[in-house]
C-alpha cells in the first residue's frame, strides 16, 4: 500500500517539493473551499444561463418521456400557480448543474490536490473526464430506463374509476430522485479507478467479493425499483452488475502489476461479462414469451 502524508515521517525524494510548501491552516482550507465554491456556483449560474436558452427543447425532451409512459389521454396538472414556474426553474438548475459538471469536478480536484502527492496530481484528467462521463451517463440511464419503469408502474393502478391525473412538480420530484441515484451509481468506475491507483483496493478484491456485490446490488435495484416485477429489478440490476465489472477491469489496468493471478482474473472477468451479456438476452426472450409479465397496453 502506498504510504500517504504522515507527521514525523520523512516524505519520498520525489515528493519533497510538495511537502516544503504543501501544508495549510484550517483558516486556509476555508478561504480555499469558499473560492471553489462560488466558482462552482458561478459555472452553475451560467450553465442555467445556457439552458434557458434551449429550455423549450429540454422541457420537450423531458416531458415526452413522462407523458409517454402515462395512460392514453393524460397529461400533466399543477393547482399550485407556482408549481409552473418551479418546474421550468428547476429543469433550468439540473440542465445547468449537468453542463457545469466537467469545470464543478475540476473545482473539486482543485481542492483535494493539495493533499496529494505530485504523481498523484497528474489524476486531475481521468477524474474530471471519468466523473462528467458517469454524470451523463448516469442521467440518460434514469431518464431512458428507470424512471419510464417507475411511472409505468404508478400508471398501472390508473383505471376508468381511479384516474392518475400527477401533479408537474410532484412528478419533478421523482425524476430528480431517480436522476440522482443513478448519477452516484454511475460514479462506481471512478471511484473504484482512483482507489486502486491508490492501491487501496484491488482487482482480485473486487473479483473475490463479486457474489456479495451482486446481493448488495439487488437489494439497491429493490428499492429503486418500485414494481415487484423481477423482470424490471433485473433490468436495473444488470447495468449495476456490469459497472461492478467494468470496475473490476479498471482496477486491474491500473493497480499494480506483477500478480501470477491477473490473467486469470482478467479472463473469469471477461467471462462474467459475456454470462452478464447472455442472462439479459435470455431475460428479454422470454418476456416475450410471456407478454402476460409485461405492463397492459393501454
Known amino acids: 500500500m502506498t504510504p500517504r502524508r504522515t507527521a514525523g515521517l520523512r516524505p519520498n525524494d520525489d515528493d519533497s ?22 466558482r462552482s ?20 425532451f423531458v416531458l415526452a418521456q413522462i407523458l409517454r409512459t ?14 409552473g414556474f418551479s418546474f421550468w426553474f428547476n429543469l433550468a438548475l439540473i440542465a445547468g448543474i449537468v453542463l ?7 473545482q473539486v480536484w ?5 493533499g496529494l502527492y505530485s504523481h498523484e496530481k497528474k489524476f486531475v484528467i481521468p477524474f474530471v473526464l471519468l466523473t462528467s462521463i458517469g454524470t451523463v451517463s448516469g442521467a440518460l440511464f434514469s431518464n431512458y430506463v428507470l424512471f419510464p419503469g417507475m411511472m409505468k408502474f404508478f400508471a398501472a393502478f390508473s383505471s376508468a374509476q381511479v384516474r392518475m391525473m400527477p401533479s408537474i412538480n410532484d412528478t419533478f420530484d421523482h425524476y430528480i ?29 473486487l473479483w473475490t467479493h463479486f457474489l ?6 439487488f437489494i439497491v435495484a ?60 435470455w431475460a428479454d426472450a422470454n418476456r416475450r414469451r410471456r407478454p402476460h409479465l409485461a405492463y397492459p397496453k393501454r
Open 17 to 38: 517539493d510538495d511537502a516544503g510548501g504543501g501544508t495549510m491552516g484550517f483558516l486556509e482550507h476555508l478561504d480555499e473551499l469558499r473560492k471553489r465554491l462560488i
Open 41 to 60: 456556483c458561478i459555472a452553475i449560474g451560467v450553465g442555467m444561463a445556457v439552458a434557458f436558452i434551449f429550455i423549450d427543447r429540454i422541457a420537450n
Open 222 to 281: 429493490a428499492f429503486l425499483t418500485p414494481s415487484t416485477d423481477w423482470w424490471n429489478q433485473t433490468m436495473f440490476a444488470l447495468p449495476m452488475i456490469g459497472l461492478y465489472l467494468i470496475s473490476i477491469v479498471i482496477a486491474w489496468i491500473v493497480g499494480p502489476k506483477g500478480d501470477a493471478d491477473s490473467q486469470m482474473l482478467w479472463r473469469t472477468t471477461k467471462l462474467g461479462l459475456a454470462i452478464a451479456a447472455a442472462h439479459l438476452q
Open 110 to 114: 482543485g481542492f483535494i490536490a493539495p
Open 100 to 106: 457545469a459538471a466537467p469545470f464543478v469536478m475540476y
Open 177 to 205: 430522485t431517480m436522476m440522482i441515484g443513478m448519477v452516484a451509481v454511475f460514479q462506481m468506475p471512478t471511484l473504484v479507478f482512483f482507489l486502486a491507483k491508490l492501491r487501496l483496493v484491488t482487482a482480485r478484491f
Open 212 to 217: 456479495h456485490a451482486i446481493l448488495i446490488i
Open 70 to 83: 402515462l395512460p392514453a389521454g393524460s397529461s400533466l396538472i399543477y393547482t399550485n400557480p407556482s408549481e
